[in-house]
């Protein structure tokens, strides 16, 4: 069976999140203590129920540990959050995701044994800088401090050119772990195809030499002997 999800919180963390689960097909409760959140949610989840979530019996009547994952997306009331989280792991949820204010929110969450902890608004601001300071990265996801897998439009510097004449794992020390080529994923690139104009690398590596990468692919920097 789907996994199942409840969403509590339908502020505008909560509401996207419950949407976007709708949209791609999964089962979604959406609850809110306030009636206009919980209307505005009436065609955007499969079921929305008014309940304060800090109501322990109204959370067991409605069964909420029959969800698989609970997504706590309550923001300022920081003790609101908290209890919640609290009787959600008292109820037995498996996994209870909490979205946290600030460093001070998310350690009091881990403590009480919330699964993930999320912080939007910071990542977001993170993710975004790192596509402002270099465009060409249109996303990435952080393994290790240091250590991403980008995805990088490549630069006309590298056009026409094939990964064997590249050599990006010995001349910079990242693995292309994909090309996106004409709306298709290589998953195994083959070392004498030829990169073309539009072409995205899916690459994993250390952010320096991403970003040395990135600016040779653009002719940035003083060019290697390949
Ligand atoms: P966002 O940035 O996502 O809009 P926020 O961080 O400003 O949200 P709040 O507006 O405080 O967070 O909370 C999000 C939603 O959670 C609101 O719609 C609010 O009504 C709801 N909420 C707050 N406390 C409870 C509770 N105890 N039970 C259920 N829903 C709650």
């Known amino acids: 069976m789907a996994t199942q999800f409840a969403v509590i919180g339908l502020g505008r963390f909560g509401s996207s999140l419950a949407g976007t689960l709708y949209e791609m097909g999964y089962e979604v409760l959406g609850i809110d203590s306030k009636e206009e959140k919980v209307q ?21 009547t409605i069964g909420i540990r029959n969800f698989d994952v609970v997504i706590v997306a309550i923001g300022e009331d920081i003790q609101s959050s908290i209890l919640t989280t609290l009787i959600l ?32 608004e910071r990542d977001m601001g993170i993710r975004v800088v790192h596509q402002l300071i270099t465009p060409n990265i249109l996303d990435y996801i952080e393994l290790a401090p240091n250590y991403n897998i980008v995805e990088i439009a490549i630069g006309p510097d590298i056009v026409g050119k094939t990964l064997l004449e590249l050599d990006i794992r010995a001349k910079f020390g990242l693995n292309v772990m994909a090309i996106k080529s004409n709306e298709q994923l290589k998953i195994a690139p083959q070392a004498n195809d030829q990169f073309q104009e539009g072409d995205i690398l899916v690459l994993v590596g250390h952010i320096d030499d991403i970003k040395r990468f990135e600016e040779y692919s653009n002719g940035k920097k003083k060019k290697l002997k390949i």
Do not use: C, F, W
Not at 41 to 54: C, E, G, I, P
Not at 102 to 112: A, F, M, Y
């Open 40 to 60: 505005e949610m009436v065609n955007r989840a499969t079921h929305v129920l008014q309940v304060d979530s800090t109501d322990e019996v109204a959370l067991k």
């Open 89 to 120: 792991k008292d109820l037995g949820v498996p996994r209870i995701v909490v979205k946290a204010q600030n460093e001070l929110h998310g350690k009091v969450l881990e403590k009480i044994g919330a699964d993930k902890i999320i912080y939007p």
